[in-house]
T-cell receptor, first 111, second 114 residues
Framework: QKEVEQDPGPLSVPEGAIVSLNCTYS??????FMWYRQYSRKGPELLMY????GNKEDGRFTAQVDKSSKYISLFIRDSQPSDSATYLC???????????FGEGTQLTVNP | EAQVTQNPRYLITVTGKKLTVTCSQN?????MSWYRQDPGLGLRQIYY???????DKGDVPEGYKVSRKEKRNFPLILESPSPNQTSLYFC?????????????FGPGTRLTVL
């Protein structure tokens, strides 16, 4: 069983839709949670970062962590065609440097 | 411009022919890492380096070697490539070991081993 599970999609939505991307994990030692965005033919880039449980908002993006359910989410409001990319969740234990990535969800926002 | 560069971007080779993929960063980062990305498996860490002359195995190190003789460079070496090493490879760096949540990725190297 994978430590981090992420629905690979693909997910296709119309412009302006609210998008919900999710990951579940099995390792209760994960404390740091990240979302990376990867455009086609590019390397991933950090989008959002949260520590432990709670919400974090940055413009149209909201990251949510529910440690009791071992579940993290990324919400995109008023989605735009420029949001079309693969979104990867990643997480890390308090001690250690290793990031464990989800498989990534491919998102397409249609004009 | 602050960046991580990789070369080559695309490579087709044959089984057993040694190859090196170079990685360089101009941000004076201490931590560097190599990943491979495969459909259905996501990003998996191959090797990482916490500083010059300090390297360690990641999740899938078999068949790979690395070296870190200078802070800016972290080459990935495949001594005897095999078809199961066909993949998309990314080099990444971050300012320090405690800041690996913020990793800066290179553009990727697509390797095909025939």
């Amino acid at each position: 069983q994978k430590e981090v599970e992420q629905d690979p999609g693909p997910l296709s939505v119309p412009e302006g839709a609210i998008v919900s991307l999710n990951c579940t994990y099995s390792n209760s030692a994960f404390q740091y949670f990240m979302w990376y965005r990867q455009y086609s033919r590019k390397g991933p880039e950090l989008l959002m970062y949260t520590y432990s449980s709670g919400n974090k908002e940055d413009g149209r993006f909201t990251a949510q962590v529910d440690k009791s359910s071992k579940y993290i989410s990324l919400f995109i409001r008023d989605s735009q065609p420029s949001d079309s990319a693969t979104y990867l969740c990643a997480m890390r234990e308090t001690s250690g440097s290793r990031l464990t990535f989800g498989e990534g969800t491919q998102l397409t926002v249609n004009p | 411009e602050a960046q991580v560069t990789q070369n080559p971007r695309y490579l087709i080779t044959v089984t057993g022919k040694k190859l090196t993929v170079t990685c360089s960063q101009n941000m004076n980062h201490e931590y560097m890492s190599w990943y491979r990305q495969d459909p259905g498996l996501g990003l998996r860490q191959i090797y990482y380096s916490m500083n010059v002359e300090v390297t360690d195995k990641g999740d899938v190190p078999e068949g790979y070697k690395v070296s870190r003789k200078e802070k800016r460079n972290f080459p990935l070496i495949l001594e005897s490539p095999s078809p199961n090493q066909t993949s998309l490879y990314f080099c990444a760096s971050s300012p320090a070991v405690g800041l690996t949540d913020t990793q800066y990725f290179g553009p990727g190297t697509r390797l095909t081993v025939l």
